[in-house]
């Protein structure tokens, strides 16, 4: 009895510390989102001026910084993104309590950064300023006096400073992702798996020896049923009707066989089944919203173009994630190489991705996020306000896309 007693408690925890951490995750998108937005629009007012983008921007950093609370390790950034909103809004308006509030603001973000830590140079800069800024305005010598000693601080910490010191990259979707398909299966009362393997299809110049072996060690791995019902596909039936029958009905797939690249036209790169290749056009062609995972063993699965490894399109990749990734890696060309045919062709793609993940797909929010920032990059190197206007409506949709992704979490 105590043993049970101690399982359940054991089992009741780990419930517990695992919807706390998705409620932490889908709280950590959602001021993402909050405050990229709200930088957006921040942009807009400063090319457009229309006030209510200011306004509306600094509500959404009211919103964030709600979402940190006292105690929140990166309460300080949202303290100082509000911060910034108000001096602006003093800029623009002159209401001395906008500037007070930004100080203070400024002031508990400081406070929150002690000596060491590598955000606090950037803090010290930014009360140096408001203060220098209320001085002009007031003309306390005390302001005057504490600007200058933050500042003198600020340049002294900031000294010698790398850029990987001052700056975190972080990649949420990849998290996000083995979050969702974790959730997905809970409760879930069978995993429908294939296996299907193809020694020697017509055409082929040797025999995959241990085709068969390996789909047998792949079945000896996965749980029993009813958790997974495990179909094996071999020998003569792994034509490509069956298996373009098993990727429709199966969530979770393992092919093993022979495969070709085609680096001319890559749509035409396939696997070999015993009739007909099973093309990459073919699989693009089918509705694979309900597929979650494949494991490839065949050859030239993900091989690129040696002359342009940089554009990605392959037998790993199903339509909708290519155009993704591709329009990824143009972006990143472009920002390397500066050819704005590379960002125009980014965009177009990732207008292509977005309209391949309808309302509801796992990851529209993706989509609409990349080709938001697409489209900021190219208004802030051409200048189209378009561009701007696009991106902004993009972004809007998110949180509350987010909202209602997670509502039944």
């Known amino acids: 009895m105590r043993r049970h007693n101690a399982n359940t408690n054991i089992s009741q925890s780990s419930a517990t510390i695992g919807r706390f951490t998705t409620l932490w995750v889908v709280i950590f998108k959602i001021m993402y ?4 937005l709200a930088a957006h629009l921040s942009t807009r007012f400063d090319h457009q001026g229309n006030s209510e983008d200011l306004d509306q921007a600094i509500a959404l950093h009211r919103e964030a910084l709600a979402l940190r609370p006292v105690g929140h390790t990166d309460r300080s950034s949202s303290l100082n993104n509000l ?13 001395a309590e906008d500037l007070d509030q930004a100080i203070a603001l400024a002031r508990e973000a400081l406070a929150l950064l002690p000596v ?27 302001d005057l006096n504490e600007s200058r000693e933050n500042l003198r601080c600020a340049l002294t910490l900031a000294n010698g400073k790398s850029l990987s010191q ?9 998290l996000t992702a083995l979050m969702r398909a974790r959730r997905s299966h809970d409760g879930s009362p069978s995993v429908p798996f294939a296996a299907i393997g193809q020694n020697l299809p017509d055409g082929a110049s040797f025999t995959l020896d241990c085709v068969e072996p390996e789909l047998e060690l792949v079945r000896g791995l996965l749980p029993l049923p009813p958790a997974v ?26 092919l093993s066989c022979h495969g070709t690249q085609t680096f001319d036209d890559p749509f035409k790169s396939a696997f070999l089944m015993r009739d007909q290749p099973l093309s990459l056009l073919d699989i693009t062609q089918m509705d694979l919203s ?3 995972f494949a494991f490839l063993s065949a050859c030239e699965t993900a091989v690129g173009v040696p002359t342009t490894p940089d554009e990605v399109m392959h037998l ?18 472009f920002h390397h190489r500066g050819n704005p045919e590379d960002l125009d062709q980014a965009i177009a793609l990732q207008r292509e991705a977005l309209a391949l993940h309808p309302a509801g797909h796992t990851y529209r929010s993706w989509s609409l996020n990349h080709l938001a920032a697409h489209l900021s990059t190219r208004f ?7 561009d701007l206007d696009q991106a902004i409506a993009l972004l809007r949709l998110l949180p509350a896309l987010y909202y209602l992704t997670h509502a039944a979490s």
């Open 33 to 36: 989102r909050l405050n990229n």
């Open 83 to 95: 911060a910034s909103g108000l001096s602006t809004h003093f800029d623009h308006r002159g209401n």
């Open 116 to 142: 060491g830590h590598t955000g606090r140079s950037n803090s010290l800069g930014n009360l140096a300023a408001l203060l220098s800024t209320r001085f002009d305005h007031r003309g306390n010598a005390e």
């Open 166 to 174: 001052q700056y975190i990259s972080s990649y949420m979707p990849s």
């Open 229 to 254: 019902s495990f179909t094996k596909i071999t020998s003569v039936d792994p034509t490509k009707s069956r298996a373009l029958r098993a990727l429709r009905d199966n969530t979770w797939l393992h």
């Open 290 to 292: 309900q597929n979650e």
């Open 316 to 333: 790993a990749a199903d339509r909708s994630s290519s155009v993704g990734n591709l329009a990824v890696q143009l972006s990143t060309r």
């Open 380 to 386: 802030h190197h051409r200048g189209n306000p378009e």
